[in-house]
């Protein structure tokens, strides 16, 4: 049985500390593709502490995923596989075993801030 992937407490107040207002969908993920923390926007969308990123909300949108090539190489990826969104993947400083997934909108020509 893998061992349990386990973060620190100061960790998972750092994840929401810079992701819980990002207008994206925002997860804090163990190489097992638990998810450990999610932001606000995540957890309206039911991705929930405790459940398997992979999954949700269905494997066919996980087709591509970088969050092992990410944590391998020690680098943040992105992609744009649908052209209406970013995904990015972002290994945790100092973690070989933790990354922050996240994808936004992409907002449409002409849009005003």
Known sequence: MPEKITVTPE???SFHLMWDNFPGV?????????IIAAN???ISKGYEPGLCCATLPSPV????????????????????????????WLPVSGRDDVYVHFSLAVPEAGFKR
């Open 11 to 13: 960790e998972i107040a």
């Open 26 to 34: 925002a997860r804090l993920i163990g190489r097992d593709h638990i």
């Open 40 to 42: 606000l926007k995540a």
């Open 61 to 88: 949108n996980h087709r591509g995923c970088l969050a092992m090539q990410s944590l391998r190489e020690g680098k943040g990826m992105t992609d744009n596989p649908t052209g209406d969104s970013i995904r990015g």
